[in-house]
């Protein structure tokens, strides 16, 4: 089902609601402007679940498309995956009212997660699977260039920290990735935005939210127990997470592991010193230097 009403004008907010936008506005424009996330001539297609981040991702990305020197489309896609109780006039309603160009589509991928998942499994990894093939095919039919995840701040960090405890790699999730066969490019305009900040705009701009647990699985107990790890961590001592975030974009292969950064084997002294900057050993010089986010909070080294 397909829909383009007439697009509305933005809503008029009260000064909190007004105030937390424009520190989301900031963060995803400082996003989109880094990793050039959109361009001039995309179109966005936003997916959009019914939780707190996806809405928040269309309605800061529908300001900014008001606002944005270029000129970009946005369509908002929901996969109604047939789980039981799924409130399906909700989305329907909510982006009718708001004049936003939707699409969603009906696929029963309920049935096949609860036929090949024993009962009491996590089902979130082939669901998710599942339902990224059925996205990636509806980009092509819609003719989307770009295609935006609400993954937020806090989703990347605690994916960091699930592979290192679980796999064994030193991987997150980037601001933009391309699909393995080449044919779609996958964006994060949340990646500088916390969770927090999103859960609470959420709250003041009423979103109408759709619960994820209408299929019964419980919550990833590996991303539970990382989530409680980086809180517990936040609690004593606070800005790690800030200083955390800021290190996935401020990294040093030399100091690190993998061959395949860094040319050790070839590593051999020098008759010259080090120009300023070159990572070398000032580890052992010197405490490393505090650096700041983007809203200019002075970070945890």
């Known amino acids: 089902m397909s829909h383009s009403p007439?697009?509305?004008?933005?809503?008029?907010?009260?000064?909190?609601?007004?105030?937390?936008?424009?520190?989301?506005?900031?963060?995803?424009?400082?996003?989109?402007?880094?990793?050039?996330?959109?361009?001039e001539g995309d179109k966005v297609m936003v997916c959009l679940s019914g939780g707190k981040d996806s809405y928040g991702l269309l309605d800061i990305l529908l300001v900014l498309q008001q606002r944005a020197p270029i000129r970009f489309e946005l369509v908002a896609v929901n996969l109604d995956q047939r789980q039981p109780g799924f409130p399906e006039a909700v989305l329907p309603q909510y982006l009718t009212s708001r004049g936003i160009p939707f699409h969603i589509e009906a696929r029963d991928t309920y049935s096949v997660v609860k036929r090949l998942i024993p009962e009491g499994e996590t089902t979130c990894s082939l669901c998710s699977r599942l339902r990224r093939g059925h996205l990636y095919r509806i980009a092509g039919e819609l003719g989307a260039t770009k295609i935006a995840l609400g993954h937020h701040r806090d989703d990347i960090i605690e994916t960091l920290f699930l592979n290192l405890f679980y796999t064994g790699k030193l991987k997150a999730m980037p601001p933009k990735l391309r699909s393995k066969d080449g044919q779609h490019l996958v964006i994060r305009p949340l990646a500088f935005v916390k969770e927090v900040d999103l859960a609470r705009y959420a709250e003041l701009r009423g979103f109408p939210i759709i619960p994820c647990d209408l299929c019964g699985s419980q919550e990833d107990l590996k991303r539970k127990k990382v989530k409680g790890f980086l809180q517990e961590w936040e609690r004593i001592s606070p800005g790690c997470s800030d200083s955390i975030a800021a290190a996935l974009s401020n990294v040093a292969p030399s100091l690190l592991l993998d061959?395949?950064?860094?040319?050790?084997?070839?590593?051999?002294?020098?008759?010259?010193?080090?120009?300023?900057?070159?990572?070398?050993?000032?580890?052992?010089?010197?405490?490393?230097?505090?650096?700041?986010?983007?809203?200019?909070?002075?970070?945890?080294?």
């Open 6 to 39: 007439s697009p509305t004008t933005l809503p008029k907010l009260d000064e909190a609601t007004e105030k937390m936008q424009t520190r989301l506005c900031r963060a995803v424009g400082q996003a989109i402007a880094d990793y050039r996330l959109i361009e």
């Open 259 to 301: 061959q395949r950064l860094f040319d050790f084997r070839s590593l051999a002294s020098m008759n010259s010193v080090q120009p300023d900057g070159a990572e070398g050993d000032v580890w052992l010089d010197q405490e490393p230097e505090p650096h700041h986010n983007l809203e200019g909070t002075l970070l945890l080294p």
